[in-house]
């Protein structure tokens, strides 16, 4: 279970949505909950100087992320801290996680910037590539509700796999936030189709067949099937009993799995940020598409680099 959740906030309604979610997983976890603003530089001084602000502005915002743990803590019976924190955002929320031992970061996609097309906020999008934590990642609504309206937990999650070591990074995120919200898990391989080759055109490996190979590919679905089948033993020693494995073949990934989320009612989608073929750059190709197209809150982690463990 977790044990200590950080939440930024930039004073926006948008990223506030993320303290509702994080008081029902803190009080179904038993966890305590990090509350922190950093101090965003708006502009430096014609000088060059470092800036300054006003004591007023300073006791404004401390008086800000106190009244937000205070509600908490009275309101939700979640024990709290709060900090305000001064220099780079990603940096500092990165440190802060680090001094206070967090074990998961709850925020929204975006915050005082407001919605736009893009699918990621710029510290949100920094967050998850420099983070050594799992990141719960929200898409606020533009009409929120209080920020302290209690949130229902997750119903079932979908735990997407492709097969690698890396993708299993976000396993023991994943049964935690399942085992505190009582959800299900349905474990998710997309089998993209084995191309036919013929051996006897020289261009075969570089032009490949539309036409799929289906003895190959029920191979590959063979192997998927082990493979989930061990990930569901590893839940079940982590105590996630309630575990479904499901492979399905198609071309298109990221629209398979935004099918299936809707066709099995997913509440929660988990996955790593790193997997078959990715680097740490890559973040988006999969999470941009299941962020944007499904509105559902994503679970990501990814290995700690160098920068995030420093």
Known sequence: MFTKLLVPLDRS??????VGHASSIARACHAGVDVVLVHEVEQFSNSGDEPTWTASQLQDEEHYVRDIANELASGASVSTTHAVLRGDVVGSISTRAREVDADLIVMTSHG??????????????????HSAIPVLLLRPVKEPSPRLT???????????????????GVLE?????????SAPIMLLRVVRPVPFITSNSPTAFIYP?????????ASVVDEARH?????????????CADVEQHVV???????????????????????STHGRGASRLAVGSMADKVVRASGLPVLLYGPPTASSRT
């Open 227 to 239: 493979q989930l089948a061990e990930v569901a033993r590893m839940l079940a020693e982590r105590g």
């Open 112 to 129: 005082r910037t407001g919605l736009s097309r893009a699918w990621l906020g710029s510290v949100a999008d920094g967050v998850i590539r």
């Open 13 to 18: 309604s948008l990223a506030e949505q993320a």
């Open 173 to 181: 995120a994943a049964s935690a936030l399942a085992r505190c919200s």
């Open 209 to 217: 067949s539309l036409m799929p190979d289906d003895a190959a590919t």
């Open 150 to 168: 209690p949130r229902e937990l997750f119903h079932k999650m979908l735990l997407l796999l492709d097969g690698s070591a890396e993708a299993l």
């Open 249 to 271: 073949v198609a071309d298109r990934v990221a629209q398979a799995l935004l099918d299936f989320s809707r066709a099995h009612g997913a509440d929660l989608v988990a996955m």
